[in-house]
DNA sequence: GTTTCTTCTGTTGTGTACAACATAATTGAC
DNA sequence: GTCAATTATGTTGTACACAACAGAAGAAAC
């Protein structure tokens, strides 16, 4: 029955737009966890042959990530990581307050057994971070656990804002982060409490609550960056 | 002295960057006002051939379209323009309620002298719009006075999203009011009631007010629109 | 030595031919 | 006549060659 199934389901997976979604994923993951750091120049020539594409589907991936506001083309010069200066960066914050409570308040749905376990397993990486921390997996842990939250959300317009915002902004606050090797046990510290929180908010129901705790968290990690920069 | 500074300003326009704005303004404004109703197919070759340049610069304007939710493109059949079903239309619009009234308590700007100029001239338009109601003319003025309003925000990525998730809308809207010529002038009528209300708070001073008046009126057309659906 | 102009180099942007794909039309078997 | 397979047609997606562009390096004038 389960084969009969597998071999019925070439599913309509258009090879052209799964290759795109791959690079897309890929190459937004590179420059929020700072592999690619802001004024980073990408090759397009380059990246196009890691992928075994041509440049133009390769330039498709880039010209929404231009979009996304984390790419911008200047002709004859280069494709950049952008950079974000302090004051769009506040407002984006004051703007990510203000949705993080919203997340709370509108239309959100109950975790279920599957994202309980993604919540455990993401409680599990966060404590044995604290005796190891590396930053690029405390980035990828940040990620993880910002992405596991969003699926409290039922609005899947304001899933998709503050994704984008999150994308825009987190790179920032990770290049201040690890700036300081000091700094980053602290970080991690602190983000193992925000998830110890969070869940005990979420095992009591309080969605509300999970929401606050969040908004907490983004306005004091944002006023931390501030005083390191 | 004005003379040569407009001698001395080439600007630094790059062209093709220019070029891209343009198609990209003109393409979004034809799918917002419903020149392109949703689910029209839209021909490469035949706008290429409008704007004298070949598929692979108005590729990139679609792909950016795409990217805002407006187009989508289906490798082989074609690219046609997005519809939103009822269930995504709630969320998106109890969304812009919540973003509506941040506009007004998250860094909200008076307006300058041009802005008060631009408003004068809304709202005579609108007094006009009243004897001569006209689906596409009232489309824009629409459009026109979101936009004048949204220049009270300075909050940019507030002013980003709103605009973002109105281009998204509100041509859903707009086709439900033109599918009866009736109800065109009930809407013109309470058109000009919003703009003139607003303004009077404007000329209050009291922002907050305005934005909950604006609150308001998205709440209560996307109330009619429902009921007309 | 300085400045200006020219040339060179590497990048993004564009035009064009063709491949991949989905659908409608046609053909053929029965 | 019906249904299947096949062909035909039109679309988006891709590859590649070249144009447009910006900046650096170098040459020439003084």
Redo the contacts between chains.
């Keep these: 029955m389960t084969a009969s199934m597998n071999i019925e389901a070439p599913e309509t997976a258009?090879r052209?737009?799964d290759r795109f979604e791959r690079m897309h994923a890929a190459i937004r993951n590179r420059i929020c966890l700072l592999d690619y750091a802001p004024g980073t120049r990408l090759s397009e020539e380059a990246l196009a042959a890691e992928y075994g594409v041509s440049r133009t589907p390769l330039r498709?991936v880039l010209?929404?990530l231009e979009?996304?506001g984390l790419l911008q083309s200047v002709?004859g010069v280069g494709t950049f990581v952008t950079d974000v200066e302090i004051g769009?960066l506040i407002?984006?914050y004051?703007?990510r307050l203000?949705l993080a409570e919203?997340t709370g308040k509108?239309?959100a749905v109950a975790p279920d057994e599957a994202l309980w376990q993604d919540f455990r397993a993401l409680s599990a990486r966060s404590k044995a971070m604290i005796d190891a921390p590396d930053p690029r997996r405390f980035a990828q842990l940040n990620m993880d656990f910002f992405l596991a939250l969003l699926r409290l959300t039922?609005?899947?317009?304001?899933k998709d804002?503050c994704e984008r915002?999150y994308f825009?902004t987190t790179r920032i606050w990770l290049k201040s982060v690890f700036a300081s090797r000091i700094d980053l046990a602290d970080e991690v510290d602190i983000f193992d409490r925000e998830v110890h929180d969070i869940l005990r908010a979420l095992e009591i129901g309080d969605l509300h609550a999970a929401a606050l705790i969040q908004r907490a968290h983004i306005s004091m990690s944002f006023e931390r960056m501030r005083r390191n920069a």
């Design positions: 258009p052209a737009r498709r010209g929404r979009g996304e002709h769009e407002q984006t004051q703007l203000e919203l509108l239309s039922a609005n899947e317009p304001l804002i915002l825009q």
